[in-house]
């Protein structure tokens, strides 16, 4: 087995191919739809009591963001995209955009305690920063913690993380029928561990592991890239249109469509929870829920989810053992073996695994997001089938949940 070494004297990303695989796909569809669209991430910790700035140097965060607005994506990696399947996903229009691209600068502040990190520029040219900055966050937060433990506490981190990881194989070989994938990109121990433990599961369980959400992994290990679509292009579709109620909620459906007809089905595997699940179902139509390829699971509870995605598609005439039900929700193993259990046979169930196993070694994990707040001015709005993970302002919050017919519910701490 690689040897797992958790922490680098490198920079935390060391390309911008080191991103999740839907922002590319993602990156494609605002390029030519929406380019012109200027909108604002705003970093944001759902933990509770966590100060952030007392934990990482600003200087250290301030000069790891520099440096990944230093890189431009090399000739070996465009390439690269050009030649995924299906092929022609990436066309050169795109491709040039990004040759060109150097990332906006992001504004790092501090607040008592906590930092404050923002960045806007136009869409396509500040798509790639989310993932990005929680990558460099989450390295530098278990660099500190692990500063802070004393002599060997490295070394301890990943004996833990090699012993925990080789448990999770051996219970998954017990159950072959699960699939599964790496998601944990945005909150990962260290680049250099993701890496060695998705090179490790692609060797150890080959017909199991089906591939990785970072683009730079799969490219260094040969494994496909995964994903398709997040959020943020459902919240800022819902804010370029003319600001009414109607236009709102109208907002999904022209986003869905929109983005069917530049990828088709291979690439219509999506998020339902933007504005609630209820609403998706409800507004998605017997249409949609045929041509799609399925959906993913990313708030509130796992198995009622399951439950009503399967119901949504006998409702609407179609076996859902013909689609994809994506788990995502800060799962962890027994989470998989129970929803296995559960979905196994009754629909085409697999599982995107993130922080729990990118970043399973001992260090604390945090809760931590990059989400627009604004687009072309307006404010946004995510809610969620947990209200914990509901984002916007109050005022906008109660205005999205009468638009959507969306009722406020308990909120509970978001897992990973």
């Known amino acids: 087995m690689a040897r797992l070494s958790g922490l680098t004297t490198g920079p935390p990303v060391a390309s911008l191919l080191d991103v999740d695989f839907y922002k590319f796909t993602m990156g494609q ?77 992001v504004e790092l ?24 900055m929680l990558s460099v966050l989450s390295e530098l937060l278990a660099r500190a913690a692990l500063a802070g433990a004393g002599a060997g506490a490295r070394e301890q981190a990943e004996a833990a993380g090699r012993e925990r990881l080789e448990g999770k194989i051996a219970a998954l070989r017990e159950h072959p029928g699960i699939r599964f994938a790496s998601f944990g990109t945005r ?32 490219f260094q290990h040969g494994l496909v890239p995964v994903g398709t679509i997040a959020h943020e292009v459902f919240m800022v579709g819902a804010a370029v249109g003319d600001g009414s109620d109607e236009s ?13 007809e530049m990828y088709g089905e291979p690439f219509s595997l999506f998020l339902t929870d933007t504005w609630g699940s209820e ?20 708030s509130g509870d796992p198995a009622a989810f399951g439950e009503r995605a399967i119901r949504w598609y006998q409702d609407c005439g179609v076996d859902p053992r013909r689609k994809s039900l994506v788990f995502s929700d800060g799962l962890e193993l027994a ?26 070694c001992g260090v604390p994990n945090y809760s931590l997001v990059v989400k627009p707040v604004a687009a072309n001015g307006r404010p946004l709005v995510k809610l969620s ?32």
Not at 116 to 132: G, H, Q, S
Not at 290 to 296: A, L, T
């Open 279 to 298: 609403f998706f179902f409800a507004d998605g139509g017997e249409a949609r829920a045929r041509r799609f390829r399925g959906v993913r699971q990313d």
């Open 335 to 360: 989470d998989i073996l129970e929803l296995e259990s559960r979905f196994a046979g009754r629909i085409g169930v697999s599982y995107g695994w993130g922080t729990n196993l990118t970043n399973d």
């Open 385 to 416: 089938d947990n209200p914990g993970k509901s984002t916007g302002s109050p005022a906008e919050i109660r205005r999205y949940r009468r638009i959507f017919d969306a009722p406020a519910a308990p909120a509970r701490i978001p897992r990973y």
């Open 248 to 260: 709102i909620r109208g907002s999904q459906r022209r986003m869905l469509d929109a983005w069917w």
């Open 109 to 132: 502040k501090v607040r008592e305690g906590d930092f404050r990190l923002e960045v806007e520029a136009t869409w396509p040219e500040m798509i790639l920063w989310e993932t990005l």
């Open 29 to 105: 569809f605002v390029f030519r739809l929406h380019s012109g669209v200027r909108v604002r991430y705003q970093l944001l910790c759902r933990t509770p009591d966590v100060r952030l700035a007392d934990l990482v140097l600003e200087e250290v965060l301030r000069d790891a963001l520099d440096a990944v607005r230093s890189l431009a994506f090399a000739p070996a990696e465009l390439d690269y995209l050009k030649g995924l399947e299906p092929r022609g996903l990436f066309g050169d229009d795109y491709l040039n955009f990004l040759r060109r691209l150097r990332l906006p600068p």
């Open 187 to 218: 909150r990962r121990f260290s680049r250099s561990w993701q890496f060695a433990l998705e090179e490790r599961l692609a060797g150890a369980l080959p017909d199991q592991f089906t591939g990785t959400s970072c683009v730079a992994s799969a």
